[in-house]
């Protein structure tokens, strides 16, 4: 297969902080030879540390420490530490609200709202191993509020604003918090997004929560209850603006992410501090080739890992100016990416394939229309991209001058693990390219062993690293059991890959029960479970069917129990039903009423089939185990005949 190699320009390498190759590989050789000296540099050089650590880095498998020992705050690191230099009046946050209103925030201002919303929590009796919700839109008071409770310790979770109440409720429980942070609502295509309804919602059936913080955003009537509830701008105003970040351990928590596995209940990614922050900063520098002067813009939402690496921690920590933007990237109309760029004069755009094609489908004068001769750099992340959508992002918003870092990695891995470093590695649309320094991943067989070049396989890696998880939060066996058993004592990523001959890693999707839809991990088993809470469902089996724009759209086969049911109305409310459960962003594409489901002789559903009746349209795999084979053929022909 002829593959197009996109060589970085002699003008970008020239001015890149990883230059050529060579500096690449000797970075790549330092990690891998003497990882405790390289990481234990950069930790010394790069961060601020109010204790030194005693061991760089501690495996007993499959529990890790970095930096143990060290007294360290992410808050201090991403705040405090760059007033004393020229970033003091340098804009962090660089915010635009979906109806175009504007706010820029130096790093000195953002250092006085976080420490006076600091001083409220604390004020409200939170401390460290505390742990708070956050459910807000994307505004400025979304990462104020994850670095106040990061100052003190208190542990977030921030919770996507798209989940249901239902969804929330399950998160709040499973963390046992006690504090939820969340506005009035947030605006999304001109509509109103009533997070403070969904709070409530939830809040009915948490008992153990105290307090919920209330930040006024859309100005609209919601409930207030007495004694738990307090505005934002009430208690925050006669709070001082003197709040010293508190000495942590290295280890310390500093954020639960919930992300789907293959069960019906989401699972509880923990993140710690020192490691987590070092290896976020450093990719800030590798991948986004990051200098003083840029403006950099990470679209994705900070209710997904992606917007707290790259939004919040890593940016700050790097003295960035990170831009938010509220809303949706076609209101009022399909050019507000590329307004935004405008505007801003943004040099690096980092945004999902999903955003990319949708954009894409839009046609050439809206991007044209525009001046978009500040960007230097475009990135990707979430999914695959395939390789027309890349030429297009290349071409169209980068007119061919812009390198493009595809960037391969997970919630559970904290931070980028393989992309190229763009004034080092030639990019070949499609691949993630080359590793990390200090990761190590490897393709292999079911037993581990490793495949050779061009073969698919299993996507692992070999050693731990700064930013991977700790644990999952109260269930350190799924931890062991999800991660480190399926090749015992290696992390399992879930995803299939190959190497090719130049040692490029290719990401090929999930080998596992989860979907990726708009790059957004939802599992199968999540929708599966709220289908079969609808009193007309009898049995759900749900597979990502292949989506031109999305990546994957959620499929599912549904049988019913015994009535007279309206299947065109029914497949509707099952719809808006997961969306109620989950999400809007889960909302099925498609539901298929079948009489029975195929399944093995022992009961099990078996879904590989499912997708291969979305995929192909036709099934070839080995149905020796299925218990009626007249299933399928009923499934594939109610397809031939939709
Ligand atoms: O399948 C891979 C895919 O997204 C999964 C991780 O999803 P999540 O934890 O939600 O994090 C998304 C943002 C980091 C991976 O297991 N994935 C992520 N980035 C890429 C990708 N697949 C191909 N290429 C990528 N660049």
């Known amino acids: 297969m002829s593959e197009s190699i996109y060589p970085p320009s002699p003008e970008f390498s020239s001015q890149a902080n990883v230059p050529s190759m060579e500096a690449y590989e000797a970075l790549y050789e330092k990690a891998r030879e003497h990882p405790e000296a390289f990481w234990g540099e950069l930790a010394e050089k790069e961060l601020h540390w109010f204790e030194k650590w005693n061991h760089v880095f501690e495996w007993n498998p499959p529990f890790v420490k970095w930096f143990a020992g060290g007294k360290f705050n992410v808050s201090y690191n991403c705040l405090d530490r760059h007033l004393a230099t020229p970033r003091k009046n340098k804009i962090a946050i660089l915010w635009e609200g979906e109806p175009g209103d504007q706010r820029m925030i130096s ?118 209850q007495e004694g738990r509830d307090q505005w934002w701008h009430e208690i925050d105003k006669d709070a001082s603006e003197d709040c010293p970040a508190v000495p942590l351990d290295a280890e310390h928590p500093l954020y639960v992410l919930y992300t789907s596995g293959t069960t019906g209940k989401p699972k509880g990614i923990l993140h710690t501090s020192a490691g987590y922050l070092l290896q976020t900063t450093m990719t800030m520098k590798w991948v986004f080739d990051l200098k003083e002067e840029d403006t950099y813009w990470c679209t994705a939402d900070i209710g997904w890992v992606t917007g707290h690496s790259y939004t919040v921690y890593g940016p700050l920590a790097a003295g960035a100016t990170s831009v938010m933007y509220e809303g949706a990237p076609d209101y009022p109309a399909v050019d507000r990416f590329w307004r935004i760029v405008e505007k801003y004069r943004i040099s690096i755009l980092y945004t999902s394939p999903t955003a990319i094609r949708a954009l894409l489908r839009q046609g050439d004068s809206w991007p044209n229309s525009h001046d978009l001769s500040s960007l230097r750099l475009l990135g990707s992340v979430g999914e695959p991209i395939n390789p027309a959508a890349w030429e297009w992002y290349h071409r169209v918003i980068g007119k061919g001058r812009c390198p493009i870092v595809d960037t391969w990695w997970q919630t559970e891995t904290g931070s980028i693990m393989i992309a190229p470093m763009p004034g080092a590695v030639p990019a070949k649309p499609g691949s993630g390219t080359l590793p990390m320094p200090g990761i190590i991943p490897e393709v292999v067989d079911f037993n581990g062993n490793p495949m050779g070049d061009g073969k698919e396989g299993f996507l692992i890696i070999r050693r731990p690293w700064p930013g991977m998880l700790r644990t999952i939060w109260g269930d350190p066996d799924r931890f062991k059991e999800q991660y480190w058993s399926r090749i015992p004592g290696i992390y399992f990523t879930g995803d299939a890959a190959r190497r090719d001959s130049d040692g490029y890693f290719w990401i090929l999707g999930r080998v596992d029960d989860v979907m990726n839809v708009s790059g957004h991990r939802l599992s199968t088993m999540e929708v599966e479970s709220a289908l079969v809470h609808h009193p007309a469902v009898a049995e759900a089996a749900v597979v990502g069917k292949p989506h031109e724009i999305t990546g994957q759209a959620v499929c599912c086969f549904v049988t019913l129990k015994k009535g007279d049911w309206d299947h065109d109305q029914l497949g509707k409310d099952l719809r808006q039903w997961v969306a109620h459960e989950i999400g809007a962003f889960a909302r099925p594409e498609e539901i298929r009423f079948a009489e029975s489901l195929p399944k093995t002789r022992s009961g099990k559903i078996m879904r590989r089939l499912l997708r291969e009746i979305v995929t192909t349209h036709t099934v070839t795999g080995d149905v020796t185990t299925l218990e009626d084979i007249n299933v399928l053929s009923r499934l594939a022909t109610q397809h031939d005949e939709d």
């Open 107 to 224: 790093y000195q201002e953002l250092h006085r709202l976080v420490s006076r919303f600091a001083n409220v929590l604390k004020g409200l009796g939170y401390k460290a191993g505390d742990r708070s919700i956050i459910y807000m839109p994307m505004v400025p008071e979304l990462p104020i509020a994850m670095l106040a409770c990061a100052r003190l310790g208190i542990i977030h979770s921030v919770v996507f604003g798209g989940f249901s109440a239902e969804a929330l409720k399950a998160r709040i429980l499973d963390l046992e918090a006690q504090l939820v942070i969340t506005a009035d609502g947030g605006f999304r295509r001109g509509k109103e997004v009533r997070l403070k309804d969904a709070v409530d919602q939830a809040l009915n059936d948490c008992p153990n929560v105290k307090d919920c913080i209330v930040l006024k955003r859309t100005n609209s009537q919601i409930h207030m």
